[in-house]
């Protein structure tokens, strides 16, 4: 049977004059022999700690910490906010990059604006990367640091029972799965879950998927690329673990209250609709907003926009009803 072809939403204006400039320096349709290379440049815009630590607004500590049974240990960068005392929220980041870039600095910029809003302590993650390392070690390696870190709550001068998990894009895909983990394994409770454009289908074959190829950030070229580094053959077949793909769950109940984003003109945008509906037909909580004529990851690239302000603002919102603190 032959799709039905839909023609791509248009991208908001300010965000198409953007994604014009940004088209000579990136492509949407990332290859596998490319990973190198896009990771070496990744490598060269590395965030320094003082960018980091903001002026001093932030303790930064790198600690090593037990991985998964069997594996190595994992990097935690935990920032807390400097003169705090007592247990203060966490937010356990994990960050983006398809499941095959990036590094715990990756989106960091974000979670650090929620912790000086909200006054929490952030700790986010180098897990292993695909190819290198495929299912299950990217997640199993979020689990045991966010474990760890539950268990270390004391010592971090973290509030065990106010841990969010969040991440943007493949991370909020690993943020997905820590939820169901968690749940799963009896594991921390979470307070809370924010997936920002989250990978969760390695089907790769929704409408969205055919609508933007070859358009705006990461099509589906490049999320086939990303999920057969991680799962190889197994992609889209039959046997694929939720906790690698989160849209593979079949009970969505008992998780914790989701935040969900994704533009309308990206790859991501009917596969996280489709999340927050079968989260609320579980009778769970989720907060969804289709930004219209968004692109992925777009209001990390041009933070300046009127959409990435508001969805921004938005984000905040949530964060202080679920934490009880309203933003200034």
Known sequence: MTRPSYPPPPFDPELAAVLEILSAQVNPWLTADEIPATREALADMAVPREEVERDGAFEVEERSVPGPQGAPDIG??????????????????????????????????????????????????????????????????????????????????????????????????LAAALALMARDRGGPALLGQVLLSPMLDDRNDTVSSHQMAGLGIWDRTANDTGWTALLGDARGGPDVSPYAAPARAEDLSGLPPAFIDVGSAETFRDEDVTYATRIWQAGGRAELHVWPGGFHGFDQMAPHTALSQEARAARLRWLGRLLGKPTR
Do not use: K
């Open 76 to 173: 935690l960068l935990i920032c807390r906010p400097a003169g705090t005392s007592g247990a203060l929220p966490a937010i356990y980041h994990t960050h983006g990059g398809g499941m095959i870039l990036g590094d715990n600095r990756f989106g960091l910029d974000e979670m650090l604006d929620w912790a000086q809003e909200f006054g929490c302590t952030v700790v986010s993650v180098e897990y292993r990367l695909a190819p290198e390392h495929p299912h299950p070690a990217p997640v199993e390696d979020c689990y045991a640091g966010l474990v760890w870190t539950a268990e270390h709550a004391a010592e971090l001068g973290i509030d065990p029972e106010r841990i969010i998990v969040a991440g943007s894009s493949a991370g909020g895909g």
